[in-house]
């Protein structure tokens, strides 16, 4: 199971830290990640981590003012999310799935097998 909070409504330029608690099963061999889906658009990635190894992956639109981490001991992923912009807004998703290819981007929502309920994200310029 996973639990997204932390969203609400910013000025742009501001900050918000999202957070995923996840509970029910041991998530050293998955691969977590944030999608997030603006009104009338598809859902899209934002950035991906490896439970284990802690490597990571950023869409580039979110490069350089984003940050994707993990506590391990917690079992909670986090979004740090700097220098927002007003086309950041959406509801933002986080995502689980089983590591299945060692070296795979696991960019593509397809691949994610399990899914929080979503948090918003507002922000306004």
């Known amino acids: 199971q996973l639990q997204a909070s932390g969203g609400g409504l910013v000025q742009a330029g501001g900050s918000l830290r999202l957070s995923c608690a996840a509970s029910?099963?041991?998530?050293?061999?998955?691969?977590m990640g944030w999608f997030r889906q603006a009104p009338g658009k598809e859902r899209e990635f934002v950035a991906r981590?490896?439970?284990?190894?802690?490597?990571?992956n950023y869409a580039d639109s979110v490069k350089g003012r984003f940050t994707i981490s993990r506590d391990v001991a917690k079992n909670t992923l986090f979004l740090q999310m700097n220098s927002l912009k007003p086309e950041d807004t959406a509801v933002y998703y986080c995502?689980?799935?089983?590591?299945?290819?060692?070296?795979?981007?696991?960019?593509?929502?397809?691949?994610?097998?399990?899914w929080g309920q979503g948090t918003q994200v507002t922000v306004s310029s």
């Open positions: 981590i490896s439970w284990s190894r802690g490597s990571t």
């Open positions: 995502a689980a799935t089983p590591v299945r290819y060692v070296y795979g981007a696991y960019v593509d929502m397809r691949e994610y097998d399990y």
């Open positions: 029910g099963r041991t998530f050293s061999s998955y691969v």
